[in-house]
């Protein structure tokens, strides 16, 4: 049975970070690409980051704007999204996805986990 399984979200006050992690197992992680995804309130998915299969390649959407890093240890099928200095806008639902190269669309998704930045 293939899993995503998120962990680390929660509250946090702005201009503090946390670490989310995806746990995958069911698959063979090293074929696939990962990324984080996020739901905020009200409006639809909005893609944050992706890193390659080796981790070698990453990639950022520009609210990130070095805020966040990607990251992936595939002897531990994990791959992290470590998120500092967090603004309120962050708060959503964060969703980690699996996706092999030449694929169109994601293969699996995990069932994500909520952060909420507030005072």
């Known amino acids: 049975e293939v899993q995503l399984v998120e962990s680390g979200g929660g509250l946090v006050q702005p201009g503090g970070s946390l670490r989310l992690s995806c746990a995958a197992s069911g698959f063979t992680f090293d074929d696939y690409g990962m990324s984080w995804v996020r739901q905020v309130p009200g409006k639809g998915l909005e893609w944050v980051s992706a890193i390659s299969w080796n981790g070698g390649v990453t990639y950022y959407a520009e609210f990130t704007k070095g805020r966040f890093t990607i990251s992936r240890d595939n002897a531990k099928n994990t791959v992290f999204l470590q998120m500092n200095t967090l603004k309120p806008e962050d708060t959503a639902v964060y969703y980690c996805?699996?996706?092999?190269?030449?694929?169109?669309?994601?293969?699996?998704w995990g069932q994500g986990t909520r952060v909420t930045v507030s005072s």
């Open positions: 996805a699996a996706k092999r190269a030449g694929d169109a669309s994601y293969d699996y």
